[in-house]
């Protein structure tokens, strides 16, 4: 099933990642893509709040990743934008963490395909600088 979103300002995608997060299951995996600037960080922040988390959330780019612990679920933020090799998520505990009991969140998951699990949800963000500056189009699509 695909859905397509159409937000127009940065609290619309903060709360399409709410309502994300508040309907989020135990074992939950969503891919994130989009262009530097597109709102991956907003829409994330939004996701993270619905389960419930009051740290405030920033993009791991250079720890690859960030563990939340204490929402309703365990909340796994993967950037892996500076993974040279797919085997450097071996090091990192990858598979702990997204075959575990919490949620997690990979952006730009197109970088480590061969490794994502089946099941998935992806949620693509684009921008279209002709319909404003704020607008975002955003697909969610259940993998398989």
């Given at each position: 099933m695909k859905e397509i979103f159409e937000t127009f300002k940065p609290e619309e995608t903060f709360h399409l990642g709410f309502q994300m997060g508040k309907e989020a299951t135990p074992g939950q995996v969503v891919t994130l893509e989009g262009?530097?600037?597109?709102?991956k960080t907003v829409f994330t922040q939004g996701v993270a709040k619905g389960l419930e988390i009051e740290e405030p959330i920033c993009s791991p780019t250079f720890t690859i990743v960030q563990v939340y612990e204490e929402g309703r679920l365990p909340f796994y933020h993967f950037d892996v934008y500076r993974i040279g090799d797919v085997e450097e998520m071996d090091e990192i505990g990858y598979e702990d963490y997204v075959y575990?009991?919490?949620?997690?969140?990979?952006?730009?998951?197109?970088?480590?395909?061969?490794?994502?699990?089946?099941?998935?949800t992806a949620v693509k963000i684009e921008k279209d600088p002709s319909r404003g500056f704020d607008y975002r189009r955003i697909t969610i699509e259940q993998i398989p």
């Open positions: 262009d530097l600037g597109v709102g575990g009991d919490g949620v997690s969140m990979i952006e730009w998951a197109n970088l480590i395909e061969e490794i994502l699990p089946e099941h998935r």
